[in-house]
């Protein structure tokens, strides 16, 4: 009868550890993205996330498609990459994922926007006539 109590709680204490460990550790990544003046909208890989200073969650490095407007200002289309950090790559991954306490990556870009100006038109008028005198020549 020992024997089977034995097993009973060995049983129930790796399902306990089991349990622990899905429920400790694992890495809280936050990136959060400036603009010079504050206030643009950010959208980053096609999704808008905010108003600058906006911080957002993600799961994955890599390269991040960036777009930052603001009404007076020119519109910044540009990529960020974010780098792995040690503690991701394998094999440190496994061990910061089931470590007892949480790991915080945190990230924080920040962007100048330019004031927008308008063209000049006499410079619009002969860059068209330019235009215009390629396409005709084209056969």
Same mark, same amino acid.
Not at 49 to 74: L, M, N
């Given at each position: ?44 890989? %096609?999704?808008?996330?905010? @108003?600058?200073?906006? *911080? ?6 890599? $390269?991040?498609?960036? /777009?930052? &407007? ?34 915080? %990556?945190?990230?924080?870009? @920040?962007?100048?926007? *330019? ?6 038109? $006499?410079?619009?008028? /002969?860059? &068209? ?11």
């Amino acid at each position: 009868m020992t024997h089977k109590k034995g097993f009973q709680m060995g049983r129930i204490g790796l399902v306990l550890a089991a349990c622990t460990l899905l429920l400790v550790g694992c890495v809280d990544r936050k990136l959060t993205i400036n603009t010079e003046p504050q206030g643009a909208l950010i959208t980053l890989n %096609d999704e808008e996330i905010g @108003t600058s200073p906006v *911080t957002v969650g993600f799961e994955w490095y890599g $390269d991040y498609k960036v /777009r930052a &407007a603001k009404e007076g200002y020119e519109i910044l289309n540009t990529h960020r990459k974010l780098d792995r950090p040690a503690h991701d790559k394998f094999p440190l991954d496994f061990f910061a994922e089931v470590s007892p306490s949480r790991i915080k %990556d945190r990230y924080e870009w @920040t962007f100048e926007l *330019t004031p927008w100006t308008p063209p000049d038109r $006499d410079q619009l008028i /002969r860059d &068209a006539e330019t235009l215009k005198n390629e396409a005709v020549r084209i056969p």
